[in-house]
């Protein structure tokens, strides 16, 4: 099979074409013969070396993918050749206290396909069965490859560590990637108001075309302060955040007495100062989040298949042209998913 295969750790360059011998599923295992493939910035950070795990080279990338189930291992019930599925990329073991408690991404072996595991840049790949999920019918293989990290992540981050409830008012921040993005289209049938923030007034505008009622330059605005003057010094009952670092403050300042942050990433920075005082004075939570359970996935697909909402997608490219997309993707420039359509 063809596959996006590095040799080493470095830039997007590393990113090559190689021809690797096709898998085979063992037992429980299923192989999907991938159609589409969408990236993350963790292929970036795998790529990179960056996250200090050894990997054995050649060592396929990516973490998203959708396609037909081209083989079926021993003691697979329930799915057969041909079914169209969209991967969890999440791998767990399905026998530990977490796993066993219905908390997969809490798994004490959790591992992701393209950190871990053999990736979804390749004709085919091979996952766990309970991994592959049947998706949306109104969605194409681009789209239903985009669900993955960043649809399954927001779900989490919303409703089951944020406990978003019908009309609570939000903030999402750094609108234009593909996880603040996937919050925004989830949040948006049940959240009351849905603030924005990022350095680019034309991402911000985007962001408003796709239901955003206000956005905020953080180039130019203090993020809490503007928070404060848009809701009549109310705040927001929840924010939603990946980049952490010095934003994490501010995030906090936006908040309404008794408001929570969720925080799924730290882009911005691995520590932060914040104000204790406010803290515990506002009764303010700070949650973690992580990917998502089984539980959380098949939510997902329920709320993607009824609400009909297709997640937004910047730009494909071709499985071969792997470099140029890991690129474009390195470049920030991108509003919404870079997807690679395979065969
Ligand atoms: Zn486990």
């Known amino acids: 099979m063809k596959a996006i295969a590095i040799e080493g750790y470095g830039g997007p360059e590393l990113a090559r074409v ?27 950070w795998t790529l990179s070396g960056s996250l200090g795990i050894d990997l054995d080279f050649p060592f396929v990338l990516g973490a ?24 969890n990329p999440a791998v767990s073991c399905g026998l530990c206290e977490r796993c066993r408690a ?3 991404s809490q798994c004490v072996s959790f591992r992701m396909l393209g950190e871990h595991l053999p990736g979804t840049f390749a004709e085919l790949v091979t996952v766990p069965a309970r991994n592959v999920y049947p998706f949306p019918q109104h969605l194409s293989f681009a789209e239903a490859a985009a669900l993955g990290v960043t649809f399954i992540t927001a779900y989490r981050m919303l409703f089951t560590q944020g406990e978003l409830r019908p009309g609570e008012w939000v903030l999402i921040t750094g609108i234009g990637g593909g996880l603040a993005l996937s919050l925004l289209q989830l949040a948006r049938p049940l959240a009351g108001r849905i603030f924005v923030s990022s350095s680019s007034e034309e991402k911000l505008e985007r962001a408003r075309a796709l239901g955003a009622d206000a956005g905020i330059n953080y180039r130019d605005k203090d993020v809490g302060r503007e928070i404060r003057r848009l809701t009549s010094k ?22 309404v007495k008794g408001g929570r942050v969720v925080l799924a990433g730290a882009t911005a920075g691995a520590t932060a100062e914040i104000g204790l005082r406010r803290l515990f004075w506002n009764q303010l939570r700070i949650i973690g989040s992580t990917m998502g359970s089984d539980d959380d996935v098949a939510a997902m697909l329920r709320m993607v298949a009824g609400s009909g909402l297709r997640p937004v997608i910047d730009r494909t490219f071709r499985l071969e042209e792997a470099q140029a997309a890991l690129a474009y993707l390195e470049s920030q420039a991108h509003f919404g998913k870079i997807v690679l359509e395979v065969g």
Do not use: F, T, Y
Request: charged share 25%; glycine share 18%.
């Open 234 to 255: 109310r705040g927001v009952d929840l924010v939603v955040d990946s980049a952490g670092g010095a934003g994490l403050d501010a995030s906090l300042r936006s908040l």
């Open 18 to 44: 190689q021809e690797l011998a096709d898998p085979h599923p063992g037992p429980g295992e299923v192989v999907v013969r991938v159609r589409a493939a969408a990236l993350n910035h963790l292929d970036l």
């Open 64 to 87: 998203d993918g959708a396609g037909e189930l081209a083989a079926v291992g021993e003691g697979v019930e329930g799915l057969r050749a041909g079914m169209r599925v969209v991967v």
């Open 102 to 104: 219905g908390e997969q």
